[in-house]
């Protein structure tokens, strides 16, 4: 497994990120100096508060796509890209560390396999004595 892979986050976390980070405003900017001069101050504002905004000026986006922008700086910054709408790129990255978000919950059907096969047992049973 990939480490990209296991840093996915699910559909329904990055909705639940998406609006926790509507009322957001942008706290760092991109323009003509690219995306690698941003990448410190993205990396502090993600540590200080986690999910941040981060505005891409039109000059940036002569010289890189934003996509290719939030992909960058999610990569140096050990961080998620949450959206892209527009100009504007949400990156999460938790202070509390990544276990939290990317554990999964064990499902629960060890004891509804167990009822299900002793009843077609039962059936079984009564099938054959008739």
């Given at each position: 497994?990939?480490?990209?892979?296991?840093?996915?986050?699910?559909?329904?976390?990055?909705?639940?990120?998406?609006?926790?980070?509507?009322?957001?405003?942008?706290?760092?900017?991109?323009?003509?100096?690219?995306?690698?001069?941003?990448?410190?101050?993205?990396?502090?504002?993600?540590?200080?508060?986690?999910?941040?905004?981060?505005?891409?000026?039109?000059?940036?986006?002569?010289?890189?796509?934003?996509?290719?922008?939030?992909?960058?700086?999610?990569?140096?910054?050990?961080?998620?890209?949450?959206?892209?709408?527009?100009?504007?790129?949400?990156?999460?990255?938790?202070?509390?560390?990544?276990?939290?978000?990317?554990?999964?919950?064990?499902?629960?059907?060890?004891?509804?396999?167990?009822?299900?096969?002793?009843?077609?047992?039962?059936?079984?049973?009564?099938?054959?004595k008739d």
């Amino acid at each position: 497994m990939t480490e990209e892979q296991k840093r996915k986050l699910t559909g329904k976390m990055k909705k639940m990120l998406r609006s926790k980070a509507h009322d957001l405003e942008p706290v760092v900017w991109i323009g003509k100096e690219g995306s690698e001069k941003v990448v410190k101050e993205v990396d502090r504002q993600l540590k200080e508060r986690g999910l941040i905004k981060v505005k891409v000026r039109k000059a940036a986006l002569l010289y890189e796509d934003k996509y290719d922008i939030a992909e960058k700086l999610a990569k140096a910054c050990d961080a998620e890209v949450v959206s892209v709408v527009g100009h504007v790129i949400t990156l999460f990255r938790p202070r509390e560390g990544w276990k939290k978000y990317l554990a999964k919950k064990p499902r629960k059907k060890v004891k509804k396999d167990e009822k299900i096969i002793e009843l077609f047992e039962k059936f079984r049973k009564k099938a054959v004595k008739d």
